[in-house]
């Protein structure tokens, strides 16, 4: 090769050397100061999380402060497998499981499984969870591990706030409540059910947000600690109209409902008349709202207080109150009961056979089907309609609880007469059972229908400060105060006048209807076997304080007859004898007891009702019995007697002589007045491990009141046991929840 070709290649090489050196120098100079932004943005989003903190989930407590919902604040564990960082922080896996153990209840062995860096080498996670155990820890748990951190140790355990919602009382009220879980559209956690839906927003205030750093695989890197950049607001606190006490009632009493007859559902509720606060709602099937994800789902959203469903008897209260309100009916106006012939199609009373030639107060006594067909042909459609719709039927009573359904009446332009007809006994109708509550408020107070609801206020979390209160809304007006109050005698002349009491308590004058309603067969008609038994009753007449609502579903066993008066009835004299005591309700002393104390043994029965089997027996007549005679009577009726006082012979009994049935085999609290009792004193018993009922039930025996706090069963009193304390001594207990 020549020297000058030579020349010529070196000076190609070195130039082209040259010009790649060049366009090297562009290209990086390019990427670190053209692109260098951008660039850095995505590396910053490949390794950075923006996630929605929520504030703090108010709390919803009972109207007394008693708290039945909170949110615990929770938190979870996050721990570093990156073995190059902990190399720098001079850190092992077994020092994190050694110091993690006793925090979370885990071995240290059980720890390793989850946090060996080993394990997770081809995975190139950084940091990884540590089961179930870490994911809900506490506040404690928590503060430990950020006192290390102050330290410089431990720097590879970390924490993400992550909240849970507390249900302190179990199935208490669930239906009322709801329950706060995980709505899989959104995927978000929101309430779901109970007021934990109706008022989420309020509940959960408004969310923050905050950055943290994460690996490929979206798990948190310990070293970097999360940065909040919006505050979030926490939610409003909720209190509710519910009094737990007698909660606790209806609760007890429908354990009471399902043990005895197992029906397919069963709902009480209770009212304050005067201004439509619901001071107790429960159901049954139920559930626990903490472990809503375990319950069936008849139980998780069959609320049945806002079901539809024929009501029956309990219906015929609107009725009359309408007749009544028109002046088209005349309650000594006599008519002939048994059955009656509308449209071609026989109506005939519950008995088959009627009473014969009955006055129209007689009617209601008796609840004539007859009767109360005779009563809706002198109203007539339109003026029978007008009214149920004021009452509230026909449109949703508006109660702040989610999944309330619409009554159902007939379009009065294509009424027929059959229609007619069996609307006016409650047949071929449906409403739920707090349609007719709102409805039977109206009765009680004197004519305003309220709005029922169950919450009284809204709270700021932070200071406790009211908000805003939910003030009592009157819906409509109906009659006048003169017919109101004629309906309020009849209808406590109902009770007085039943053959057999069940709902009569003395010096209480209750105001009240039974039901007993046919299930409709979805093939069309009615089944030959099945009955929804429902009692609605307020009291004291005059000055209704409570209102209760009482609805057993189809019940299978053990039932006398099937008859709203021997089911249901019951149930609400029960609740509603011991909120009266509770609330320490003066009694009338001139109440000398129902009108009438018929034999049982003439009662007359529906031919298509088995005779009331022996599992239940009429409560006897203890008082002035020794205690030998009393044993005696116990052991004739196959009752247990409970007895409390040393007197020689019985004052006084629980439940009362002539109250109802009972099973066989039911308590029988008696007592025996000693020689005290004529200076006005008794012997304190000792009500320790007593449910609240029956510490109510043991000192009105006593005629002694009482001061409860808190709710379940008696764990400490005042006044010891032997102690003498006059007549009408408020005594204070304090009751807790059974462990």
Known sequence: MSEPVFKKRVRLLRFGLFAGMLTLAFRLMYIQVAQADDLSQRAEDWIQSTEKVPGLRGTIYDRDGNKLALT????????????????????????????????????????????????????KT???????????????????????????????????????????????????????GVNEEARQETG????????????????????????????????????????????????LTIDSMIQHFVEEELDNI?????????????????????????????YNPAEYAKAEPESLWNNWALRAFEPGSTFKSFVLTAALAEHKLDLNEKFQSGSILVGGEKFSDWNKIGWGEIDYRKGVYVSSNVGFVKIGQKLGKEALYRYLYDFGFDKKTGIDLPGEEQSTLFNVEKMRDVDLASTSFGQGVSVTPMQQVAAMMAIANGGKVYQPHVVKEFRDQKTGATTREVKPNVLTEVASEETISTVRDVME?????????????????????????????????????????????????????????????????????????????????VVLENALRYYQVPADLSDQGPGKQADPSKVQQDPKQPEAPKAFVDVPDFVGSTAEGAAKTAEKYKLKLDG?????????????AGSGQVPVGAVVKLYYGSEDSAQGKVKMPDLKGKSLREAIETLSLLQLKIDPTGFGYVTKQEVAPGTLVPFGTAVKITLSPQS
């Open 72 to 123: 615990g604040v929770a938190y979870e564990i996050s721990v570093s497998v990156n073995t190059k960082t902990m190399t720098e922080w001079e850190e092992t896996p077994e020092m994190y499981a050694q110091f993690l153990s006793p925090l979370v209840g885990m071995t240290e062995a059980e720890l390793m499984e989850y946090i060996d860096p080993a394990k997770h080498a081809a995975e």
């Open 126 to 180: 950084a940091a990884v969870g540590i089961g179930p155990k870490g994911m809900k820890v506490d506040s404690s748990v928590h503060d430990a591990i950020e006192e290390m951190h102050k330290q410089k140790k431990m720097r590879g355990i970390s924490t993400i706030r992550k909240d849970i919602r507390r249900y302190p009382n179990g199935n208490f009220a669930s239906h009322v409540l709801g329950y706060f």
């Open 192 to 239: 779901l059910a109970g007021v934990e839906s109706f008022y989420n927003e309020y509940l959960t205030g408004k969310a923050g947000e905050r950055v943290f750093y994460t690996d490929r695989d979206g798990n948190p890197l310990p070293s970097y600690q999360p940065e909040i950049t919006k505050q979030a607001v926490d939610g409003e606190d909720l209190v």
């Open 258 to 286: 399902v043990t005895k007859y197992k029906p397919k559902h069963a709902s009480i509720i209770v009212a304050d008349p005067n201004n439509g606060e619901i001071l107790a709602l429960g159901n049954r099937p139920t």
């Open 493 to 573: 002349e109902t009770i007085a006048n039943e053959e057999q009491s069940h709902g009569y308590i003395k010096g209480y004058h209750v105001a009240g209807k039974t039901g007993t309603a046919e299930v409709p067969d979805p093939k069309g008609g009615y089944l030959s076997d099945a009955y929804r038994l429902s009692f609605i009753g307020f009291a004291p007449k005059e000055k209704p304080k409570f209102l209760v609502y009482v609805t057993v579903d189809q019940p299978s066993q053990n039932a006398p007859l099937m008859y709203g008066s021997y089911i249901a009835e019951p149930s609400g004299k």
């Open 644 to 656: 409390v006082g040393d007197g020689a012979k019985v004052t006084g009994q629980w439940p009362e």
